[in-house]
């Protein structure tokens, strides 16, 4: 694979096909769509007239999707050759995105944004008390983090498709991966959380009212067209509890507005 694009080496080990590629351009309208219907509701003015973050936003397909329809866009990602092609949609096909290739360790911007989005991201990192603080200050009393991650317990992970590779140690996860021929190292996927760590994680920024949702466009979401999914939403809506064993968790948490400030 790599002699016949040695570029692919930089990526993430489940990126590494040009198929990844194309398949997330495809999607990044539907998902876009999906971050704006699901967070309007939770916010004080128009998604159109937000500014957003997108974290880890990788080649920026869902970015640039995003500039359509809001007010302004900044994608951030730290590795460098998902950032070439953001970097390149940023300069060549939107005027309202911008983007930097950058770390959510240094993510330090303060009340700059409306919308937050983690759309598969908290999994790939290591200090997630961190991150949702530094996710928390950027957002302006009144905005919304949406959080998108898979549920750590679901048997089938999420990004090499192995059965309970999340539910093994790093070191066994790593060897499974060589068997398979998958790749060789699990530890930048294997961040993520279960339902009782993803509660203790929002639990600890109370500026943030965190809700478990379900997508505002069911139609829009990877399998959403299915009579499965379909019904596994139904019971979410009717079951909450049903979240400790959903395939994923969706939260948006919303930045509460100090007592005498006015929204944004």
């Known amino acids: 694979m790599s002699e016949e694009n040695p570029g692919l080496d930089a990526l993430p080990e489940y990126e590494r096909t040009t198929l990844r590629m194309v398949e997330r351009r495809r999607l990044a ?10 967070t309007g509701p939770f916010l004080d003015k128009p998604f159109s007239e937000c500014d957003v973050v997108d974290v880890g936003c990788g080649y920026g397909y869902t970015a640039l999707e995003l500039g359509k329809l809001c007010r302004t866009v900044v994608g951030i990602e730290p590795n460098g050759a998902l950032a ?61 983090a949406y959080i998108l991650v898979p549920n750590k317990l679901w048997p089938i992970e999420a990004h090499y498709a192995l059965p309970f590779l999340s539910w093994m140690p790093v070191p066994l996860a790593n ?21 009782i760590r ?41 079951f909450p509890a049903l979240w400790a ?11 509460r507005t100090p007592v005498g400030q006015q929204p944004g």
């Open 29 to 38: 309208t539907g998902f876009a769509k999906q971050i704006a219907l699901t």
């Open 245 to 255: 064993i959903s395939k994923a968790f969706l939260v948006v948490a919303r930045k």
């Open 175 to 195: 060897r499974y991966l060589r068997l398979t021929k998958r790749g060789h190292d699990y530890t930048d996927a294997s961040y993520a959380p279960g339902y």
């Open 84 to 144: 070439e092609e953001a970097n390149r949609l940023a300069a060549e096909e939107a005027p309202n995105f911008t983007f930097r290739t950058q770390s959510i360790n240094d993510f330090d911007d303060r009340e700059r944004f409306d919308v937050a989005v983690l759309d598969n991201v908290l999994e790939h990192l290591d200090a997630q008390p961190d991150a949702l603080e530094r996710i928390a200050n950027a957002l302006r009393p009144g905005g919304v």
């Open 198 to 238: 993803m509660r203790k994680l929002l639990a600890q920024r109370p500026e943030l009212e965190a809700t478990f949702t379900v997508p505002g466009d069911v139609s829009l979401a990877e399998g959403g067209g299915s009579k499965i999914y379909t019904l596994g939403v139904a019971a979410l809506r009717r």
